[in-house]
């Protein structure tokens, strides 16, 4: 089903690097609203159906497939965001995070290695990343409802991540997240008025 190539979707640019903003950017990441949620519930609910010519089953797996996209350009803007931010910004990043603190700390040096300066799989609170916020119902219609709701709370975080940064380059990237977003939200309204369930 994926391939991979080096042309990305999204040339994403920081202006000035900025940790704090850096650790921001991870909700969009792994947070109940974040990117991996939606990609992993469409790839799941897709799984879910049985037919395999299913038109909706593909316009999941296409979707999904578009958030893996996303996730990368959000994980190269946290790492662009850190790799030449001043150390005092991201060392009060990074300590405002229990998880880095206690790395950076040594009480687990290897992790130090592995997880520092660079995105990961969790939310800003320094979470990982769970399943449990998915939502695969079996049931085509309850599954729309919640990619309707999985795309409203994206769009919101999205916008307010774009107001609390004065990053050109930033803003561009969460502006393309929006847009892309809100067409995902249309998407999925009109698998609901196909199924019957209301008029767009």
Same mark, same amino acid.
């Given at each position: *089903?994926?391939? +991979?190539?080096a042309k990305v979707?999204?040339?994403?640019?920081?202006? =000035? #690097?900025?940790?704090?903003?850096?650790?921001? &950017?991870q909700q969009?990441?792994?947070?109940t609203?974040?990117?991996i949620?939606?990609? *992993?519930?469409?790839m799941?609910?897709?799984?879910?159906? +049985?037919?395999?010519?299913n038109?909706?089953r593909?316009?999941?797996?296409?979707? $999904?497939?578009?958030?893996?996209?996303?996730?990368? /350009?959000l994980? +190269?803007?946290?790492?662009?965001?850190?790799s030449n931010? #001043?150390?005092?910004?991201q060392?009060?990043?990074a300590?405002r995070? #229990?998880?880095v603190k206690?790395?950076?700390?040594?009480?687990?040096?290897?992790? $130090?290695?592995?997880?520092?300066?660079?995105?990961m #799989? /969790?939310n800003?609170?320094?979470?990982?990343w769970?399943s449990?916020c998915?939502v695969?119902s079996?049931d085509?219609i309850g599954? *729309?409802?919640?990619?309707l709701?999985?795309e409203?709370?994206?769009?919101a &975080? $999205? =916008?307010r991540?774009?107001q609390?940064?004065n990053d050109?380059g930033?803003?561009h *990237?969460?502006?393309h997240?929006?847009e892309?977003?809100?067409l995902?939200?249309?998407?999925?309204l009109?698998?609901l008025?196909?199924l019957?369930e209301?008029t767009v």
């Open positions: *089903m994926f391939y +991979t190539d979707q999204f040339d994403v640019r920081v202006e =000035k #690097p900025n940790a704090l903003f850096a650790k921001r &950017l969009a990441i792994g947070g609203e974040g990117e949620r939606v990609c *992993m519930q469409y799941f609910q897709a799984w879910a159906m +049985t037919k395999k010519s038109k909706y593909s316009l999941l797996l296409y979707t $999904a497939a578009e958030e893996l996209s996303h996730i990368e /350009m994980a +190269t803007a946290v790492a662009k965001n850190l931010a #001043p150390v005092d910004l060392e009060d990043a300590y995070n #229990p998880m206690s790395i950076l700390d040594g009480l687990k040096p290897r992790q $130090a290695f592995d997880d520092c300066l660079h995105a #799989p /969790m800003s609170q320094g979470a990982a769970s449990e998915i695969v079996g085509l599954d *729309m409802y919640a990619n709701m999985a409203v709370t994206g769009i &975080l $999205a =916008k991540l774009y609390q940064t050109r930033m803003q *990237m969460l502006k997240i929006i892309r977003d809100k995902h939200q249309k998407q999925w009109t698998v008025a196909e019957g209301l």
